[in-house]
């Protein structure tokens, strides 16, 4: 096998399976898909999905995904290694979707609005595309976490290109303003034990962090459920309904 072709191979090995290491991003995603709920047959839209590993999960769940994302390179590994009969990417902004009004049942996007620079577009977009009665499930960086001190909020904004930080509030008000009505959000991370988890996991940097799976997932599950504050956090996980 060619070299070229072997690094390519094992790229998308990698690309197939890090998600599932990744602590943090597997916590999101359990509180993700406690609200979105797929169901075989829906017509879900996965919003700046990046490589597309959450398009898979949710078609191998029965769900026909289309994941979308402006970064023609990722669409094109994520058309590779996980395109299916009902699933497949293209390359499209968020703030100018290319569906038909009423196109989908619902919306997901993993951490994503904080990057967008015109957020509530945006969330006009996924109102749009969505058939009445349909939900959106958003997950974005909030870290209202007391003591995380401005320097690491400088530095986790400037280092993942974040526009903005929300509250729950910030969220609400933009989510009705678009007119989707709220229905409920929940903090991931929101205990001592996950945030130190997850400042630690920073700290050593990707793909190093993924070591810490085996013992930080449990841990960091156990202690948001044991001692998780209900008003702070670092990621905000929010589900609304898209009105007619």
Known sequence: M??????????????????????????????????????PGERIADLACGLGYYTAVLSRKGCWVVGLDMHRGAMATAQRIFASQRSHFTVANAEHLPFPTAAFDKVVAVCALEHFTADVVALAEMQRILRPGGRVVLSVDSFTWPGLGAKFLQTHRRRYAVVRYYTPEDLRQKLSEV??????????????????????????????????????????????????????????????????
């Not at 991370?189 to 810490?212: E, H, I, K």
């Open 2 to 39: 060619p070299l070229d072709n072997w690094q390519r191979d094992l790229k998308d090995f990698f690309h197939r399976h890090w998600h599932r290491w990744h602590f943090v991003r597997a916590l999101e995603w359990k509180a993700i898909e406690t609200y979105l709920q797929p169901q």
């Open 179 to 244: 007119g989707f009505q709220w229905e409920a959000g929940q903090y991931v991370l929101n205990s001592a034990v996950s945030v130190g988890l997850t400042r630690l996991s920073f700290a050593l940097r990707f793909p190093t962090y993924l070591l810490l799976y085996p013992l930080a997932y449990p841990l960091a599950r156990w202690a948001d459920r044991r001692w998780g504050r209900t008003d702070a956090g670092l990621i905000y996980v929010a589900c609304a309904q898209a009105q007619s």
